[in-house]
């Protein structure tokens, strides 16, 4: 991510490494702020381990088993009554799980976009970094 000045001062910049809950956090406020902000993410998808991998696509699975469970123990109590015998789609669940997934990491890309944050797939590294800052101590 390069920098020009382009004038005699330097624009403030903040460069997130990562996209999980924290840094899309950091990376938006930052960009709400008016920093030239950037986020990286090497997944390739933001919201971390929980929203692509562990939390919400189990919650999405589980969520469509209950359906299915209560389709076979719990909906004849309610009036409903289902001739011919209850099947799951194991291919359809995954296909709901991945559009529950893709709409979320979706949002939060809208959201970086919203707030003008550059968003890159991949990694970062620090190689050499200068702070200079004029300062007066009171």
Not at 27 to 45: D, F, H, P, S
Not at 125 to 138: A, E, Q, W
């Amino acid at each position: 991510y390069h920098f020009s000045l382009g004038s005699k001062y330097l624009q403030p910049i903040f460069l997130n490494s990562g996209g999980g809950p924290g840094g899309y956090v950091a990376a938006i406020k930052a960009g709400q702020l008016g920093l030239k902000t950037a986020c990286v993410e090497m997944r390739g998808t933001l919201g971390g381990t929980c929203l692509n991998v562990g939390c919400i696509p189990s919650k999405a699975l589980l969520t469509s088993s209950h359906h299915y469970y209560d389709a076979k123990h719990h909906f004849a109590d309610h009036g409903i009554q289902i001739d011919g015998e209850i099947k799951m789609d194991i291919s359809k669940m995954l296909a709901t799980k991945a559009k529950t997934v893709q709409g979320l990491t979706g949002g939060i890309e809208h959201l970086l976009k919203k707030h003008k944050v550059d968003y890159y797939k991949g990694k970062v590294s620090f190689i050499y970094m200068t702070l200079r800052l004029p300062c007066s101590i009171r």
